[in-house]
């Protein structure tokens, strides 16, 4: 299993553009980049997920080079309710099942 | 989609206390089922998955146990609570198409006193 490495903790201010870099240097090549947004007390949330280059959905962005040895996350303009802590998570589900391990996540906090 | 059900919300129970924890899934069928533990200020900790009717690997030895009785029911178990057990537990589903996208259910909020 591909183990992730993230900055702990961020700090933003509202209307700021957010970036949160994953390193997985030993990520497998079927391996797929998930991330998860949790706020207190509610289970993680998807937000993105991407295989190479460039994704992008309604609330985020997901850069992932051509080594695929990392991937950011980006929030574009965040706000106060973006607070919260962001999970990187790397490896793939098959049909027959397995799990994927999420490290400590980093934990966003966006003041005014 | 998937969507999964959680009860209770939150619970305080009295050490050596049993416990079961229930979770329900909809929306799927043959999911891959799993409890996730969360530790105040902490990252998600796999304790329990499966994979069908029956079928549990556990990851962490530990006085819990899991049961999947039927195809999108997951119960957690305890015969005695110990105050290390407190903590958010969150109940999870994947099919073989995710991906690794995982949906969690909205947790249960455990306190042993």
């Known amino acids: 299993l591909a183990k992730t490495t993230q900055p702990i903790s961020m700090d933003s201010y509202e209307g700021q553009e957010v970036n949160i870099t994953c390193s997985h240097n030993n990520i497998a090549t079927n391996d797929y980049i998930t991330w998860y947004q949790q706020f207190p007390s509610q289970g993680p949330r998807f937000i993105i997920q991407g295989y190479k280059t460039k994704v992008t959905n309604e609330v985020a962005s997901l850069f992932i080079p051509a080594d695929r040895k990392s991937s950011t996350l980006s929030l574009p303009r965040v706000s106060l309710s973006d607070t919260a802590v962001y999970y990187c998570?790397?490896?793939?589900?098959?049909?027959?099942?397995?799990?994927?391990?999420f490290g400590t996540g980093t934990q966003l906090k966006v003041e005014l | 989609s998937q969507t999964i059900h959680q009860w209770p919300a939150t619970l305080v129970q009295p050490v050596g206390s049993p416990l079961s924890l229930e979770c329900t899934v909809e929306?799927?069928?043959?999911?891959?089922l799993y409890w996730y533990r969360q530790a105040a200020g902490r990252g998600l900790q796999l304790l329990f998955y499966s994979v069908g009717i029956g079928q549990i690997s556990s990851e962490v030895p530990q006085n819990l146990s899991a049961s999947r009785p039927q195809d999108r029911q997951f119960i957690l178990s305890s015969k005695k609570l110990l105050l290390s057990d407190s903590g958010f537990y969150l109940c999870?589903?994947?099919?073989?198409?995710?991906?690794?996208?995982?949906?969690f259910g909205s947790g249960t909020r455990l306190t042993v006193v």
């Open positions: 998570l790397v490896g793939q589900i098959t049909g027959g099942g397995n799990k994927l391990t």
């Open positions: 999870a589903s994947t099919t073989g198409r995710s991906r690794g996208g995982y949906t």
């Open positions: 929306g799927t069928s043959n999911p891959n």
